[in-house]
């Protein structure tokens, strides 16, 4: 016998205890909850069919232990109010469920269900969660079948219009028989909860309890997505009436009739938001005229799904190119692949497994043509990873970083690898605008190099050019004329070459460095062969430098 047994005579274990208790002040929070409630207003919202949350959040009643409560239906106002008879008997039923209703089921007649955690799944069968506990254990399911690692959460839902419509209904029902009453005008008036809000308030304490995570601000999002194949024809009767013959996109006679969960989904998402706007909008008596009041009740739940994912995640760092045949991404061209590989596969292949992403997208702060090299500090660049399952600490970045490095056929390196924010797209992508590149590039020209002409080239700063959208790109960019400068120039000698030289310059960003060179058959001018006086072309570049203030190596701030 444990030591908890041995000191308590009737064997009552300490955790019994606290549930005991727990399960006390729980029942005392929504007897409270309900001695603060109108009875007449009580009495006629059971009548008509509308869930206990519905009733609370109606009134505004706040407060997480009341909506999350095990204890909570439709019977617990029977202290204040006579239970009705009749018809309504199976719907105060506690333990009734979809599947044991002799008769067709009665959910909410506000929420359809959804506070009341019945709904439709994808093979159309009603499921009745039996409470609030069994609803977020199916939620948490989920999420560690996918394997998610998470340090925080966030809810998101989304629930068909059909629901704010009903709501209306319901109030203005109200306000024709209780209009003048004190607790009408003092709560039932703008201080009521969303459906949307007292969802929240019922799973958000579960879930932090069972995730061992805090709500709020997150990456990591869970998503409760209802729909409803109903949408209302009342609605579109008045909009035909607003409108003359401008018919809402209610699909209504296509989506009554429509089966398939996924198709009601589907066609209600567009609708959902044109009835948005349109209830903003359409005044009360207009909306009432047509209405019953109170409504039918209802015999078909919402149907639901859930599903979790995270906010893409973002790389930054560094690349650099040592290979002359390796595009920056994927290059297909008539199902044959362009160059040895690509910058994007390297780097997204490796780090795509380490994030146990779906997917992965490569962003990088302009681009280098695939026989252009890019060496020195690297240029900027963000794997942009979408649905991350876990997210891998510092140690972890720097071994991948190091494998990438270490690979067989050096054809591609990366430093400085981390995880950034947002903010890390952003910083990439106003530096790109303002960004000088530095280049050196081996120039062939038709006669022998002079003293003079280093002495012209190095006389070159900040010179304006003009360059018109070279002729090897005119496929693909739009016939402009832009200008660009160029900051600097210098020679390096080659030795025991007389036409053969290093040219060292740096530019504004943009500048086609090629074209420069050689003049495009004047579609850029002043160009090297232009200032020469003689015909200069181009055998190699690389680019050497792009300077840039994000993503830095540890090496420290580059040179401006």
């Not at 309890?209 to 729909?227: H, Q």
């Not at 706007?277 to 078909?300: A, G, I, M, R, W």
Request: net charge negative; proline share 3%; charged share 25%.
């Amino acid at each position: 016998m444990g030591l908890d047994n041995m000191n308590d005579p009737q064997g009552i274990t300490g955790d019994q205890v606290a549930h005991e208790s727990a399960a006390s002040m729980e029942a005392q929070v929504l007897t409270k909850a309900v001695l603060s409630l109108p009875p007449q207003a009580v009495k006629e919202l059971v009548s008509i069919g509308v869930c206990a949350r519905c009733i609370f959040r109606l009134f505004g009643v706040r407060g997480e232990c009341t909506y999350s409560s095990s204890l909570l239906s439709p019977s617990i106002f029977s202290s204040i109010i006579e239970e009705p008879k009749g018809s309504n008997d199976h719907y105060l039923s506690s333990s009734h469920s979809c599947q044991e209703s002799v008769v067709d089921p009665v959910f909410c007649r506000i929420c359809l269900g959804i506070l009341e955690f019945t709904y439709e799944e994808k093979k159309e069968m009603c499921v009745k969660r039996d409470s609030v506990n069994d609803f977020v254990a199916s939620i948490v399911q989920l999420i560690k079948q996918e394997g998610h690692q998470i340090d925080s959460f966030s809810i998101e839902v989304a629930i068909p219009s059909i629901i704010l419509e009903n709501e209306r209904v319901v109030r203005f029902y109200m306000e024709k028989k209780y209009g003048s009453e004190v607790w009408f005008q003092e709560n039932f008036l703008g201080h009521n909860i969303s459906v949307k809000d007292a969802l929240k308030l019922s799973i958000t304490g579960l879930l932090e309890k069972l995730l061992a995570v805090k709500c709020g601000e997150s990456s990591f999002r869970i998503r409760l997505t209802y729909a409803h194949g109903n949408l209302s024809l009342n609605l579109q009767t008045i909009s035909e009436r607003e409108q003359g013959s401008k018919r809402m996109k209610t699909g209504t006679r296509d989506t009554l009739n429509v089966s398939h969960s996924q198709s009601i989904e589907n066609s209600s998402s567009e609708a959902d938001i044109d009835i948005h706007k349109f209830l903003s909008n359409v005044k009360d008596q207009d909306f009432c005229e047509h209405l019953t009041l109170p409504s039918k009740k209802v015999n078909q739940p919402c149907h639901f799904s859930f599903h979790c994912y995270r906010m893409p995640i973002y790389i930054g760092g560094r690349y650099l190119k040592y290979s002359r045949n390796v595009s920056q991404t994927r290059w297909i061209i008539d199902d044959e692949r362009m160059g040895e590989a690509s910058v994007e596969e390297i780097i997204g292949s490796n780090l795509l497994p380490m994030f146990r992403g779906d997917n992965y997208k490569f962003h990088a702060a302009g681009r280098e043509d695939i026989d252009v090299r890019m060496l020195g500090s690297g240029r900027p660049f963000l794997v942009e990873i979408q649905n991350a399952h876990c997210i891998p600490c510092k140690i972890s970045i720097k071994e991948i970083e190091e494998k990438i490095n270490s690979l067989q056929k050096k054809l591609v390196g990366v430093k400085n690898l981390k995880v950034v924010g947002s903010e890390g797209w952003t910083l990439m992508r106003e530096g790109e605008a303002e960004k000088q590149k530095q280049y050196v590039a081996l120039v062939w020209i038709s006669r022998p190099l002079k003293d003079e002409d280093i002495e012209i080239i190095s006389s070159f700063t900040d010179t304006r050019i003009l360059q018109r959208t070279p002729i090897r790109v005119l496929h693909r960019r739009s016939p402009l004329e832009r200008e660009k400068i160029i900051h600097w120039m210098k020679v390096e000698k080659i030795t025991g070459s007389s036409q053969y030289f290093l040219l060292h310059l740096c530019t504004q960003a943009g500048t086609y460095i090629k074209e420069f060179v050689h003049g495009d058959l004047g579609r850029t001018h002043p160009n090297v062969g232009s200032i020469l006086g003689c015909r200069a072309e181009i055998l190699q570049l690389d680019v050497t430098e792009v300077k840039m203030d994000c993503f830095l190596t540890d090496d420290g701030p580059m040179e401006q």
